[in-house]
């Protein structure tokens, strides 16, 4: 079993700024992939940025140049450093990780976090 436990959310006006963090703990070998996810209400779950554990990056476009992911290897955390915030980026987050249970697996498996709301207000 994997735990991945969010925190960090809350109420911000907007402009404001917020960090996220994502504790992954359990049956961890090593994490190839961490990222945030959001859902606002009515609306699909979507990705907001993805991390290698080679560091390659993926932002969507709604969040470029205002949000920044990084990354502890060692201690399997993640922040997401929010700022500029909008409206429109009202919604849950969701932390994910795709992991590898043991060394000699051949397989990984994606987890995510039970979520964290974050609400910007106009």
């Known amino acids: 079993q994997v735990q991945l436990v969010e925190s960090g959310g809350g109420l911000v006006q907007a402009g404001g700024s917020l960090r996220l963090s994502c504790a992954a703990s359990g049956s961890i070998f090593s994490i190839n992939t961490m990222g945030w996810y959001r859902q606002a209400p009515g609306k699909q779950r979507e990705l907001v940025v993805i991390?290698?554990?080679?560091?390659?990056?993926n932002y969507a476009d709604s969040v470029k140049g205002r949000f920044t992911i990084s990354r502890d290897n060692v201690q399997n955390t993640m922040y997401l450093q929010m700022n500029s915030l909008k409206p429109e980026d009202t919604a849950v987050y969701y932390c994910?990780?795709?992991?590898?249970?043991?060394?000699?697996?051949?397989?990984?498996?994606?987890?995510w976090g039970q979520g964290t709301q974050v609400t910007v207000s106009s």
């Open positions: 991390k290698t554990s080679n560091g390659s990056t």
């Open positions: 994910y990780a795709v992991v590898k249970y043991r060394r000699s697996d051949t397989s990984m498996f994606r987890w």
